[in-house]
């Protein structure tokens, strides 16, 4: 089992900063893959950002070049440094996690979800 807990969301105007905090608890040596989504009000969650365990990372077309993902795998952490943040980015933001486990020659995957931290980017 694995639990993550967001901090950093608020509110901010356009063109400002923040960054995205997500302490992760339990087992994470299983995890694979940790990673940013973001829900819209009346829009479906997507993937913003992910970085494997190797840090090969992914970004949402629309936020290269302005966010960074990192992860500090000592420190069980993950974060999101968002730049020049426009009024779209406005949303919930979840981390996530991807794990497996070994129960002899099975393989079992599992995801793990935040509860979600508001980030508001308004004038």
């Known amino acids: 089992q694995v639990q993550l807990v967001e901090s950093g969301g608020g509110s901010v105007q356009p063109g400002g900063s923040l960054r995205l905090s997500c302490e992760a608890y339990?087992?994470?040596?299983?995890?694979?893959?940790m990673g940013w989504y973001r829900q819209a009000p009346g829009k479906q969650r997507e993937l913003v950002a992910q970085i494997s365990n190797g840090g090969n990372t992914f970004y949402l077309d629309s936020v290269k070049g302005r966010f960074t993902i990192s992860r500090d795998k000592g420190a069980d952490m993950l974060y999101l440094r968002m730049d020049n943040l426009r009024a779209e980015a406005t949303a919930v933001y979840y981390c996530?996690?991807?794990?497996?486990?070994?129960?002899?020659?099975?393989?079992?995957?599992?995801?793990?979800w935040g509860q979600g931290t508001q980030v508001t980017v308004s004038s």
């Open positions: 339990g087992s994470t040596f299983s995890i694979n893959y």
């Open positions: 996530h996690a991807e794990a497996e486990e070994w129960s002899g020659s099975e393989r079992y995957e599992y995801e793990y």
